[in-house]
């Protein structure tokens, strides 16, 4: 059974840091391509941050030069590391892993708060 479990929000002023991490059971991990959405109130939930296999990543233009997305395989997490952060990266983060032809799962989702 594959599940996720995300950690490490909190509240922070903004120009703080915070790193999320996500922990994967289920073995489905170092074949994952992995991400990190956000949904804040009343706004659809979009991707922030993406990573594949091969380590390519790719992230949205509002967290570019911020926010750094990575992986350690051995450990089976998912981190996004966010610096310099702003009122409107407030959002509820959520964890996603993706496996072609197997399925994508979600975490249960940790909030950050970003107060000015």
């Known amino acids: 059974q594959v599940q996720l479990v995300e950690s490490g929000g909190g509240l922070v002023q903004a120009g703080g840091s915070l790193r999320l991490s996500c922990v994967v059971s289920?073995?489905?991990?170092?074949?994952?391509?992995m991400a990190w959405y956000r949904q804040a109130p009343g706004k659809e939930r979009e991707l922030v941050a993406g990573?594949?296999?091969?380590?390519?990543?790719n992230y949205t233009d509002s967290v570019k030069g911020r926010f750094t997305i990575s992986r350690d395989n051995s450990k089976n997490t998912l981190y996004l590391q966010m610096n310099s952060l702003k009122p409107e990266d407030t959002a509820d983060y959520y964890c996603?892993?993706?496996?072609?032809?197997?399925?994508?799962?979600w975490g249960q989702g940790t909030q950050v708060t970003v107060s000015s």
């Open positions: 996603n892993a993706g496996v072609f032809t197997r399925g994508s799962w």
């Open positions: 289920g073995g489905i991990f170092s074949i994952a391509s």
């Open positions: 990573i594949f296999r091969g380590g390519y990543t």
